[in-house]
């Protein structure tokens, strides 16, 4: 089995399942609980949180936890829509984002926010100019994913964050669902980056897990209240046994981080110069440095991104076609869509998406695999001249 | 740059006079303390200096505790080189250019206790005086205030080459200045106290008082915690703890609500002054700053004081809070200081206590107690610890947990 469709989700490592375990078992206690069960299960809790903390050079209570990807970015966006009301209602993002940024926009615009969605460029990437254009006197928040989620571009974070220099109070949101353990701390920790929505699962860590950096003094409004965790900013007991497990698997993941993204960067590699050998495909990625190590996103002229899924399938090699968020619906993918890519190429892309744990042996069965689909479905192919 | 030899020079005690060898002996002894982790040193007191021959110990982690420990004005970490031109020549220049940037201003100071070698003091000095205009032109040679100063000991043995001198911590080797008991609460003011006391060369043991169930576990551990984090500069430190929670249940159930604090505070006192005769201490430290709280001011100070004859040094008395704060993040108890655990300082603390207590009231609210039996049980319920700096009270869990992580 060769498991290629890490941007969807990520197995969880076994050591991590062990600290799941052994969490749930012996730090049994509510953290709010004063007596010493409550405090046991708080310092693991605050153990983690410190953990984390260091992982990303933040402090300890720039960290909240949440549920994932998906909790992250509803989060910071429409709590800092309501937090920030009156200094104004336009956001900022881009075409391209996750459909947790996205869709949390439509429904600010419903409330009657106006938002301005950024466009991209044939390669997937915005233009800084295009935000400076689009910054106004009310604009409150900047959202901007680190990696795209389908093709694996990196947006500009280092030249967003330098434009909003000029302002400050504008919250600057980056989803780094993608981006953790690839190589861009550097980036993701620009010093004008307010908020980073980290997701658990992609780094195998148990799913329902994932936290926000919120940075020191920029605040948002809590989405989740009640009992005032996280310093009554999300509210709801604390999954200590998930929240320690993730903080071990980011601690693996970041663990000889340059290496693992070489390693994933050679995969990619291997497999985009032999597909791209053949007349009919399409790379939608590029091997260039603002390309994340990871993701490879292609298409084969004629057949439908699902019937490849498939074939390789039978190949017990899993992969997807774009995001595993909108495969199932059978859309066309909106990244590709916003690439203004052939819409009939684009429904023949599929996605390759790698761990730090895949190999370049598996890189070479995939290759194998693909040329027998590729002979096979030639005849669904235009001509190859 | 791993070094060979490290030569601490000492503070005031140099002009200590006849108690010269007394506090020599001290000092040694708290240094070989400190240092007990690295078995391999030799550690010599001489009449002006101490040398500490590492003889392959990590000379950063020596360095590191020869700073916490007082009665070090400053000490040098040196090369040891064989007395041959060509040997020393190499080492000053590997020397100079870990230790001097660019366009530095030196001097060379040269001591010569071997007589016998071929240069004298002169001569080295010219020697690696030229050696370093040729070899790095663009330092400059200063005799006053240099940046660097290149001292070259020429003895029987070997010759040692230093260019760095590293501040000590100053002060008068603990236990040079006699015993005394603080009395540590657990806020930010008494550890600093007790680190000021240290300082002056006194040897200190705590004495902390604490009340389950209306204290937690958590304050205790925090009290020893802070101790803890006072041991580097002496080696260890004896935590007295003193059960107080039939004494303030009793003060609380039969004295005036206006003087619960200031009856409080006379029985700690009491505790205090019998605690320090039966072990020899000569004073009371405490980390009182004068009008700070109800129980810090002069009028409180005189109804409390009442009770005990013994010295009361208060070495913060006359320190604003920030001042103290200072203090205490420089000693890294401020952190573990504003954890919010109740201790008995806080708890049954009135609502409107008296800042003007009338020292004849207490004595006469006091009439009603029994305060020899209750003295006494408090006394019988005594614990001793023995507290080192490698001692965890306050988390540990941490290894379990980090294990887990």
């Known amino acids: 089995m060769i498991y290629f469709d890490n941007s969807a989700t990520t197995k969880a490592l076994p050591a991590v399942l062990d600290t799941y375990r052994k969490v749930s078992e012996e730090f049994a206690g509510n953290p709010s609980s004063l007596h010493a069960l409550g405090d046991h299960a708080y310092q693991m809790l605050e153990g983690a949180r410190k953990q984390i903390a260091d992982l990303i050079q933040a402090q300890p209570d720039e960290i909240l936890f949440t549920s994932g990807g998906t909790e992250g970015d509803n989060w910071v966006i429409k709590g800092t829509a309501i937090e920030k009301r009156p200094f104004g209602k336009h956001l900022i993002t881009t075409q391209v984002e996750h459909p947790a940024v996205i869709n949390s926009m439509k429904q600010l615009e419903s409330l009657g926010f106006e938002v301005t969605y950024l466009p991209v460029d044939h390669r997937g990437f915005i233009d800084p100019a295009d935000l400076k254009q689009a910054l106004r006197q009310d604009t409150i928040l900047v959202s901007v994913m680190a990696v795209n989620n389908e093709v694996g571009c990196q947006q500009p974070i280092d030249a967003v964050a330098a434009i909003l220099e000029d302002y400050p109070n504008v919250h600057f949101h980056v989803d780094a669902v993608q981006a953790i353990g690839k190589g861009l701390m550097a980036s993701l920790r620009n010093p004008r980056v307010d908020f980073i929505t980290f997701s658990g699962h992609k780094f195998h860590a148990p799913r329902g897990t994932g936290f926000i950096y919120a940075k020191s003094g920029k605040h948002i409004a809590p989405l989740l209240t009640g009992g005032g965790q996280e310093h009554n900013l999300r509210s709801g007991t604390e999954n200590t046994p998930a929240i320690a497990a993730m903080a071990k698997a980011l601690r693996i993941l970041l663990t000889d981080e340059p290496q693992k993204v070489a390693r994933q960067a050679a995969i990619r590699e291997r497999i985009a110069t032999h597909v791209q050998q053949k007349a009919n495909v399409h790379l939608f990625s590029e091997l260039a440095p603002d390309f994340a190590p990871h993701i490879l996103c292609f298409a084969i002229r004629g057949v439908r991104g699902e019937t490849i899924v498939h074939a390789f399938e039978q190949h017990e090699i899993y992969i997807s076609t774009t995001s595993a968020c909108s495969s199932k619906k059978g859309t066309e993918s909106s990244t590709l869509a916003a690439m203004h890519a052939d819409p009939k190429l684009a429904t023949s892309a599929i996605r390759v998406s790698l761990d730090e744990y895949n190999t370049l042996a598996e890189a070479d069965a995939f290759n194998a695999a693909f040329d027998q689909i590729y002979a096979k479905f030639g005849k669904l192919m235009p001509n190859e001249d | ?405």
């Not at chain 2, 004005?73 to 090369?79: A, L, M, R």
């Not at chain 2, 303030?248 to 006379?266: D, F, H, N, S």
Request: hydrophobic share 40%; charged share 25%.
């Open chain 2, 1 to 405: 740059m791993q070094y060979d030899m490290i030569m601490v020079r000492y503070g005031e005690l140099s002009t200590k006079g006849k108690n010269r060898s007394a506090f020599i002996g001290r000092l040694n002894g708290n240094i070989t303390k400190a240092l007990h982790e690295y078995p391999g040193l030799t550690i010599r007191p001489k009449r002006d200096r101490l040398h500490i021959e590492l003889n392959g110990e990590d000379s950063a982690g020596v360095m590191a505790r020869l700073g916490q420990v007082f009665g070090i004005q400053s000490f040098s970490p040196s090369v040891k080189v064989a007395k041959d031109m060509d040997a020393v020549h190499a080492q000053v220049l590997a020397l100079m250019a870990e230790t001097a940037p660019q366009g530095a201003t030196y001097k060379v100071a040269t001591k010569r206790s071997d007589h016998s070698f071929a240069l004298d003091t002169n001569g080295m000095n010219l020697d690696l005086g030229d050696l370093l205009t040729d070899a790095r032109p663009d330092l400059q040679v200063k005799m006053k205030h240099p940046d660097i100063t290149l001292r070259v000991e020429v003895r029987r043995e070997a010759i040692y080459l230093s260019t760095t001198t590293i501040q000590g911590a100053g002060g008068l080797p603990v236990g040079t200045a006699g015993k005394a008991v603080l009395m540590l609460s657990g806020g930010i003011d008494s550890p600093v106290a007790g680190y000021l006391a240290l300082k002056r060369g006194v040897d200190i043991e705590m004495v902390h008082f604490f009340s389950p169930p209306y204290t937690s576990d958590n304050a205790l551990a925090k009290a020893k915690q802070l101790t803890a984090k006072l041991t580097p500069y002496v080696g260890s430190i004896k935590f007295i703890q003193v059960p107080f929670t039939e004494i303030q249940e009793t003060v609380k159930a039969g004295v005036p609500e206006g003087y619960l604090m200031t009856i409080q505070r006379r029985f700690m006192l009491r505790l205090a002054d019998l605690i320090a005769h039966k072990r020899n201490a000569l004073a009371i430290f405490n980390g009182e700053s004068v009008g700070q709280v109800a129980s810090q001011t002069l009028e409180s100070m005189v109804a409390i004081n009442d009770v005990t004859t013994m010295p009361i040094i208060r070495p913060v008395a006359t320190m604003d809070k920030n001042e103290i704060i200072k203090v205490a993040e420089d000693i890294d108890t401020y952190d573990l200081s504003i954890m919010p655990f109740e201790d008995c300082c806080t708890i049954f603390a009135p609502p409107r206590p008296k800042t003007k207590p009338n020292l004849e009231k207490a004595r006469y609210y006091e009439q009603k107690l029994d305060i020899d039996g209750l003295i006494q049980r408090a006394l019988d319920g005594i614990k001793i610890t023995d507290i080192r700096s490698s001692d965890e009270f306050m988390n540990q869990e941490q290894d379990v947990i980090a294990e887990l992580l």
